[in-house]
């Protein structure tokens, strides 16, 4: 007599198995990570006491070392360069190049607020801006490969020195862009901590439509923690004949107009915000226009860069 076959499983039965099994061996790999995770943080902790007992630095106490931390790392301007050179090209490869600028962006915008000299309105009054106004916050670095320097990137000789400087390195440079490639570059390199940074300074070199396609705003949202802003024009551009505006709507240059939106969602400080309008590099450039009319300009768009507007959530509400 021939054996009766077997009765087929329903689907239902077969599905409930397969999620059976998938929810154990997600608990199983869960309780893997934990494990794991407690096993790093006890070998951390274990790593830090030692060192504390014998290292007179990693004894010191932390606010001490993050001042160390601070002045050996941070507190500088730094340039992402791309190895991309072409639009279509695929991502480059950033490396990090230390600026030349003798004077921070703060400390151009302090001396632009006395304005031009008493005998020539196309030249600054302050004699920090007068003595290199063609170089003064324009921004200058070696772009030579050869010239990048590990200073974002480089593995410190101990783990406990990498986990306390690599945050705060992020957090006291300013990075620097004058390029758009480099620009999209950088927010698509794993290793940029864009969420760490606390300033940018942007230096668009005519503000070209690939600087719009650069600043998306998904682009300038992944910098969460971004405080200060420094924006540099050319004054070669021309920035004379304009009234002052106060609204985003009467910004003469269209696409500086679609622009300003974008870092308004973040919350920018005033003390760490300016805009300064720079004679350019070429020593036998005559500026267009008065210091005066360039300082109107350059304050009305920092006046709105520094109005907050934030996002609006558009998510529908529960029922």
Avoid at 222 to 241: C, K
């Amino acid at each position: 007599m021939p054996r009766a076959a077997p009765k087929k499983r329903s689907r239902a039965e077969n599905t409930a198995g397969v999620d059976l099994r998938r929810s154990r061996r997600l608990a199983s790999n869960s309780q893997a990570a934990h494990a794991r995770g407690e096993n790093d943080a006890q070998a951390n902790n274990t790593i830090t006491l030692r060192n504390q007992r014998n290292s007179p630095l990693l004894g010191l106490p932390a606010e001490l070392r993050e001042r160390i931390w601070t002045y050996a790392f941070g507190n500088r301007t730094v340039h992402p360069i791309s190895s991309r050179t072409k639009k279509k090209d695929s991502v480059g490869r950033i490396t990090y190049h230390p600026c030349r600028e003798r004077l921070s962006d703060q400390e151009v915008y302090n001396l632009s607020l006395q304005g031009a000299a008493d005998d020539d309105p196309v030249t600054w009054a302050a004699n920090g801006l007068d003595d290199h106004r063609t170089f003064a916050g324009t921004h200058h670095c070696n772009p030579d490969p050869d010239n990048s320097f590990p200073f974002l990137t480089e593995n410190l000789v101990c783990k406990q020195m990498w986990c306390e400087a690599e945050p705060i390195k992020w957090r006291t440079t300013t990075i620097y862009f004058s390029d758009s490639i480099a620009f999209k570059d950088f927010i698509k390199t794993p290793s940029a901590k864009k969420h760490l940074i606390q300033e940018l300074t942007i230096n668009p070199l005519g503000w070209s439509k690939s600087w719009e396609a650069a600043l998306t705003r998904t682009a300038v949202g992944t910098f969460v923690s971004l405080q200060g802003l420094h924006l540099i024009f050319d004054m070669r551009v021309g920035y004379s004949g304009y009234e002052g505006f106060n609204t985003l709507n009467e910004v003469p240059m269209p696409l500086l107009r679609r622009l300003i939106p974008q870092f308004q969602k973040l919350r920018l400080r005033d003390e760490r915000t300016t805009v300064w309008i720079t004679g350019g590099r070429a020593t036998f450039f005559t500026p267009s226009g008065s210091v005066c009319e360039s300082r109107e300009f350059a304050e009305g768009v920092r006046r709105l860069l520094l109005q907050y507007q934030p996002t609006k959530k558009t998510g529908k509400t529960a029922t």
